[in-house]
């Protein structure tokens, strides 16, 4: 578990989604908006997370909607250029997360030099988008020949409204992913962004394995003690939002009144182990 508190600073870190608006190209992108918006929206949304206390921050390309399993070069490229323009302003440990495509995600993390990627590294799923089915043997190849040793990889375990094409114990799938591909850490997610991962398949993995595991949906300020104490940090996104709405920016007060919560429960647990 030591790397997570050796980048983070801390046990059981709360990593941040920053969410990217639509990019050209994108379903959502509407006439009048524009990358230089882009950018503004995100330098925002990436102060109010820092204000309010968070450990990291994962770029994430959300709402480019429906997500492609080989992304438009498009996407990696107006990353980049908003990672590259607030490089400055990010005082955190930072990822990326190029949803549905992480050799996207390898080689923009080398671009920005990034200290973690997240996303669907393994498994075959079926679902909403058709079937997903990543190269984990390529995508750890070409981190490697990327030179990428000390970058950290957080694997989804369940994929977000897919399902497992053979149905497995979430234990199994671990322990095989671990002897194949030594990942860093896992995610528990749940449905969508924003719902509730499952604590219990939470709690028995984290007892079954050594690998950290973190809940990767569905953490609010009124479970984020319950979630701390069955896991190994989080990442939330959807409740730091205007009304916790998916769709909304980030608000401070809504980042700021979930970290009180989560230093109140590190200064309980800090008493506990005196």
Not at 187 to 196: F, S
Request: glycine share 10%; hydrophobic share 40%.
């Amino acid at each position: 578990m030591g790397w997570l508190k050796e980048m983070f600073g801390t046990d059981k870190p709360i990593i941040a989604l920053l969410h990217l608006n639509a990019f050209p190209g994108d379903p959502l992108f509407k006439k009048g908006d524009s990358m230089k918006k882009t950018v503004e929206d995100a330098r925002r949304d990436l102060k109010a997370l820092q204000d309010g206390g968070v450990d990291g921050v994962l770029f994430s390309n959300e709402f480019s909607l429906p997500y492609q399993q080989k992304i438009d070069y498009i996407g990696p490229a107006a990353m980049a250029r908003v990672i590259g323009e607030l490089m400055d302003d990010i005082k955190v440990p930072f990822g990326i997360d190029c949803e549905a495509d992480p050799m996207a995600a390898i080689d923009l993390a080398a671009a920005v030099d990034a200290d973690f990627i997240r996303g669907l590294f393994t498994g075959v799923y079926a679902g909403d988008d058709g079937i997903t089915m990543p190269d984990i043997a390529a995508i750890l190849r070409r981190k490697k020949a990327l030179g990428l040793d000390d970058l950290k990889m957080l694997y989804f375990i369940n994929n977000e409204s897919d399902e497992y094409v053979v149905e497995r114990r979430l234990v199994d799938i671990a322990n095989s992913t671990i002897f194949d591909c030594h990942p860093d850490a896992f995610l528990i997610m749940g449905q969508y962004a924003g719902q509730d991962a499952d604590s219990g398949s939470i709690t028995e993995l984290r007892e079954a394995i050594d690998v950290p595991v973190l809940c990767g949906t569905g953490c609010n300020a009124g479970n984020i003690k319950e979630k701390l104490g069955i896991s190994d940090g989080a990442t939330v996104g959807t409740t730091f939002k205007k009304d916790g709405k998916f769709e909304n920016h980030i608000e401070y007060e809504r980042v700021k009144e979930l970290m009180d919560q989560v230093r109140e429960y590190r200064e309980s647990h800090e008493k506990l182990e005196i």
